[in-house]
């Protein structure tokens, strides 16, 4: 398939990605995966989905909704995106003669298990610090603010760590010219690599050359739920 072959081209070493072909329904096509970021359970699961069919895909919408079933998954026709996907953990199904490719999120890698951070270690409290994890940072700030109002806006930063940064805030409270202001900010930040939240700071803050600090940073999603709040009422975001 050439636009497989296309997509791993990319790749400054192609083997660094496995192709798996299949026929599903009568009809050829083939995933693309990255094994050390992917969950070989959920790769075998969407193969066999694939191979078992008495469907026949004609195009990509058909494959998420009649065939694999995965929680998450999109149609991109765009290959240097179907190629970043494939780098931050997500499968590309891609359907002979089909124009536009699933990306489905079959991602999985080892990560630091929740625990309380060391440099704000409380007497009383909730005992649950950040990871190096967006999914699940957003998660613990998710179960203590419940509520509608509260916007995620994911970004990616960096040519090279293609880093995954979110802006979170409270969309009924924050004043809207402050959200795109700061999300105007970070989208204009050219860098190479970012790989911690201290990356960030010196292009949000006001006067980068002031001896006071302007830029609030916590490991504690109590704190970081709080802040958001609070913050919110004056009418500016927390980041």
Same mark, same amino acid.
């Given at each position: ?86 780098? *931050?953990? !997500? ?7 089909? =124009? ?6 079959? &991602? +999985?890698?080892? /990560? ?77 930040? *050219?860098? !190479? ?7 960030? =700071? ?6 980068? &050359? +002031?001896?006071? /600090? ?26």
């Amino acid at each position: 398939m050439e636009r497989a072959a296309e997509i791993q081209k990319k790749f400054a070493t192609p083997n660094l990605i496995v192709r798996r072909d299949f026929i599903a329904g009568g009809k050829s096509g083939c995933l693309l995966f990255a094994p050390d970021l992917t969950d070989s359970v959920t790769i075998g699961r969407i193969l066999m989905a694939l191979e078992q069919t008495q469907k026949k895909p004609a195009d990509a919408k058909t494959v998420i909704e009649s065939i694999i079933f995965t929680g998450e998954a999109a149609t991109e026709t765009g290959l240097e995106t179907v190629t970043k996907a494939i780098m *931050d953990g !997500d499968c590309a199904v891609i359907i002979d003669k089909a =124009e536009a490719i699933v990306l489905a999120n079959t &991602r +999985s890698w080892d /990560k630091r298990g929740i625990s309380e951070p060391a440099s704000e270690a409380v007497t009383r409290g909730p005992r649950e610090g950040f990871t190096e994890d967006l999914k699940t940072n957003l998660s613990l700030l998710q179960r203590r603010l419940r509520t509608p109002d509260l916007a995620v806006e994911r970004l990616k930063i960096g040519r090279n760590s293609n880093s995954s940064v979110a802006l979170v805030y409270l969309a009924n409270v924050c004043v809207p010219e402050t959200v795109r202001e700061v999300k105007k900010r970070l989208q204009k930040i *050219d860098i !190479d690599a970012i790989y911690d939240s201290f990356y960030l =700071e010196p292009f949000l803050e006001e006067r980068p &050359r +002031s001896i006071f /600090k302007q830029i609030g940073n916590t490991e504690r999603p109590d704190i970081a739920a709080s802040k958001i709040t609070r913050s919110s009422w004056k009418g500016r975001p927390w980041f």
